[in-house]
């Protein structure tokens, strides 16, 4: 199922693959340093229509699945200081629309609405396609797509905790956030497949 398009996907619906996709965030920590870190469950569609500038973006993020490599700190992440995982424990991407961009060779800007921690906030995504290629193991009936995407946002437009002061000087967590995504969509839907490995979301 390749595209007749230039470029992308073709029309129809397409699905994240979160086995061989990336959605990783990037904050400052103990003023200083920066951490980085990725959601590990996630879900989503592409609905690519005849016009790519009216295709619609759903992706939900399991807030729970958040890991920096630190057991103790993705735990705090998790509480009620940070992201409430309890009371949120989706995150969730809507588009809104697309627009051409001259950073490169099939770049867009992709807009939509982000939810985190039950606040919703308009966002702007720089995208590219990367390339397209069957599936690895099942090269017959599935075929995928590549995406990059970044942006940025700001943990207190959407009432995320930052941790509190340290002792010399900022705060805990940073309030920017940078975040990259590194995105393969695919022809078919993942579920079945997740649900036999146990990786479900």
Request: no cysteine.
């Given at each position: 199922m390749t595209s007749t398009h230039e470029a992308g996907p073709g029309p129809g619906t397409w699905y994240l693959d979160p086995l061989h996709s990336s959605l990783i965030f990037v904050a400052h920590y103990l003023r200083f340093g920066r951490v980085q870190g990725t959601f590990g469950r996630a879900y989503g569609q592409v609905l690519v229509t005849e016009n790519?500038?009216?295709?619609?973006?759903?992706?939900?993020?399991?807030?729970?699945?958040?890991?920096?490599?630190?057991?103790?700190?993705?735990?705090?992440?998790?509480?009620?200081?940070?992201?409430?995982?309890?009371?949120?424990?989706?995150?969730?991407?809507?588009?809104?629309?697309?627009?051409?961009?001259?950073?490169?060779?099939?770049?867009?800007?992709?807009?939509?609405?982000?939810?985190?921690?039950?606040?919703?906030?308009?966002?702007?995504?720089?995208?590219?396609?990367?390339?397209?290629?069957?599936?690895?193991?099942?090269?017959?009936?599935?075929?995928?797509?590549?995406?990059?995407?970044?942006?940025?946002?700001?943990?207190?437009d959407f009432g995320v905790g930052d941790g509190g002061e340290v002792p010399w000087g900022g705060r805990l967590v940073g309030d920017t956030v940078d975040i990259v995504l590194e995105v393969r969509l695919q022809n078919q839907d993942p579920l079945p497949f997740l649900q036999q490995i146990g990786h479900a979301p």
């Open positions: 790519p500038a009216d295709s619609r973006v759903e992706v939900v993020l399991d807030a729970a699945s958040v890991n920096t490599g630190v057991g103790a700190r993705d735990a705090h992440l998790r509480s009620a200081d940070f992201l409430d995982v309890d009371h949120h424990p989706e995150l969730r991407f809507v588009s809104t629309g697309t627009e051409p961009s001259r950073r490169g060779r099939h770049s867009f800007r992709l807009f939509g609405d982000l939810t985190v921690h039950g606040t919703t906030r308009p966002v702007g995504l720089d995208a590219q396609w990367v390339g397209e290629s069957p599936d690895y193991v099942s090269p017959d009936d599935t075929y995928g797509h590549f995406f990059s995407a970044t942006t940025r946002i700001r943990l207190s």
